[in-house]
């Protein structure tokens, strides 16, 4: 008795020792296999094991001990999994394998999965959240009543003990997709997902610094849509999302990767050009204007807008952003009061 309680609480600090190990890391393949191999160890009658993930809608392979690789291809739909949804470990001595598998998941089970070989599995269900994320299957090759009463106590402890850290590795993985969900928005705008204003000031940084070094020029585009507010007058706001939805998609056609352009409001737009003279911004600005102008159709509707577009460069008409947008500015107005589809800052 002394020798099996002694036995009992080795195996149980072998365990605790591998889930602290397992903290100080990510959710990975190598902490998977850390996970399977620990269970195999310390659960008694263990002599191989398989971890499967549910990934979607099915469960997958993701560590193995004692199994081929090719296991890894195979996968079972919840309604596949002999296990039937229970919540609870249990001792599996039925190996039958469903027909509805099909020849190449059948043929894998009995080839890498050995599963003609095994006399018994102690399944161990992983449940987060109240949701079934994972089974790890513990398996004996010798005798059917291979796993007793200390076997299922230590399993209970390692399914305990796995769904906490499980639980840790979500919380941990939503924390980190909510504050790149922050990041991303706080340089995109919501509705079109082009850069804003404070990406479109950090990567226009980059581009004058290296414009400088390199004594290049840069053209900047102020761009307003010429008769939207009359879609969302007449249509409302939803259709007037819609709208903007396509033009910051058709903006993005005619640039090169190296350019810039977002949305700074409302139905204003900004491109930031390196490597482009006065010339250059022209003829894009002509391609700009074509590309808006071909007729959008939103729910039954089809629209005709235009753009009037202002032109400053680098580094004549100013040497940071914020200037440049100013001339670009000037220059829109300039086109709007003119009624020309384009204008270039004038210096005077």
């Given amino acids: ?27 990975s393949p190598t902490v ?7 269970s195999v160890q310390v659960v008694p009658g263990a002599q191989a094991g398989a971890l499967l993930m549910k990934n979607g809608e099915a469960y997958r392979f993701v560590a193995l001990v004692g199994y081929g690789e090719e296991l ?50 102690l399944s161990i269900p992983i449940v987060v959240f109240d949701e079934i994320v994972a089974y790890f299957n513990l398996d004996n090759f010798e005798q059917t009543d291979a796993f007793d009463e200390d076997s299922v106590e230590i399993a209970e402890i390692f399914a305990k003990l796995t769904g906490v850290l499980f639980q ?6 939503e924390l980190k997709k909510q504050k790149e969900l922050a990041e991303y928005r706080s340089f995109h705008d919501p509705l079109t997902g082009l850069p804003n204003r404070r990406m479109l000031l950090e990567e226009s940084e980059k581009i004058f610094a290296l414009a ?16 939207f507010k009359e879609i969302n007058d007449s249509f409302g706001h939803n259709t007037g999302d819609e709208v903007l939805k396509v033009v910051a998609n058709r903006l993005k056609k005619p640039l090169r990767r190296s ?14 050009l390196p490597e482009t003279s ?3 911004a022209k003829a894009l600005a002509l391609r700009l204007i074509e590309v808006i102008e ?32 100013h001339t670009a500015d000037v220059a829109l107005y300039k086109a709007k009061k003119e009624k020309k589809a384009y204008c270039i800052f004038e210096r005077l």
């Fill in 1 to 27: 008795m002394e020798e099996r309680l002694r036995k009992k609480y080795e195996l149980q600090r072998v365990l605790i020792d591998t889930i602290a190990e397992v903290l100080k890391e990510k959710l």
């Fill in 32 to 38: 998977y296999q850390k996970l399977l191999e620990s």
């Fill in 72 to 121: 890894y291809s195979v996968y079972f739909r919840p309604e596949e999994m002999v296990q039937d949804g229970s919540r609870r470990i249990q001792i599996i001595t039925d190996f039958t394998v469903d027909e509805k598998l099909g020849e190449e998941r059948r043929r894998i089970l009995y080839s890498s999965g050995r599963v003609g070989e095994i006399k018994v599995t």
């Fill in 168 to 173: 840790r590795f979500h919380f941990e993985e």
């Fill in 212 to 227: 400088k070094r390199k004594q290049k020029p840069v053209a900047v585009m102020y761009l307003d849509l010429y008769k």
């Fill in 259 to 272: 350019d810039l352009v977002g949305r700074i409001g409302g139905d204003e737009f900004i491109t930031v």
């Fill in 278 to 280: 006065a010339d250059q």
């Fill in 294 to 325: 071909e007729p959008i159709e939103v729910g039954n509707h089809m629209f005709k807008i235009s753009v009037n577009i202002g032109i400053s460069q680098y580094p004549e008409d100013g040497d940071s952003f914020e200037k440049l947008i």
